[in-house]
C-alpha cells in the first residue's frame, strides 16, 4: 500500500443476495438504501461510514489505511461494495 503508484480499490462482490443479504449499518437493505453514492465519481466517506461499521488490521502501526470514498452497486441480484484508497 504504502508503494502504490496509483490510486487503489478493494471490491466485495456478493453474487447471491437471495442466499446472503447484506444490510447497511441502519439495518436497511441496499436495495433501497438512497442517498449513498453509486459510482466511483459520486464516492465519499460518509457511504464508508453507512456501507461498513468498522474497518480494523492486526497492524498496531498503522492500523487499516482510511477510505477515500465508497460507492456500491446492485445489479440485478449482484451487489458489489468498494473501497477506493488514495495512492500511498
Known amino acids: 500500500y504504502n508503494n502504490a503508484a496509483v490510486s ?3 471490491s ?5 443476495q437471495d442466499l ?3 444490510l447497511s ?3 436497511e ?3 433501497t438504501l438512497y442517498g449513498t453514492a453509486k459510482d466511483p465519481e459520486g464516492a465519499n466517506q460518509v457511504t464508508c461510514g ?3 461499521l468498522e474497518l480494523w488490521s492486526t497492524d498496531a502501526t498503522k492500523g ?3 477510505p477515500q470514498g465508497c460507492f456500491h452497486t446492485l445489479t440485478g441480484n449482484v451487489l458489489e461494495l468498494h473501497l477506493i484508497f488514495e495512492q500511498g
Do not use: G, N
Open 64 to 66: 487499516f489505511p482510511v
Open 29 to 31: 437493505s441496499f436495495s
Open 50 to 52: 453507512r456501507l461498513f
Open 12 to 16: 466485495i462482490l456478493f453474487l447471491r
Open 20 to 22: 446472503l443479504e447484506p
Open 8 to 10: 487503489m480499490q478493494l
Open 25 to 27: 449499518v441502519t439495518q
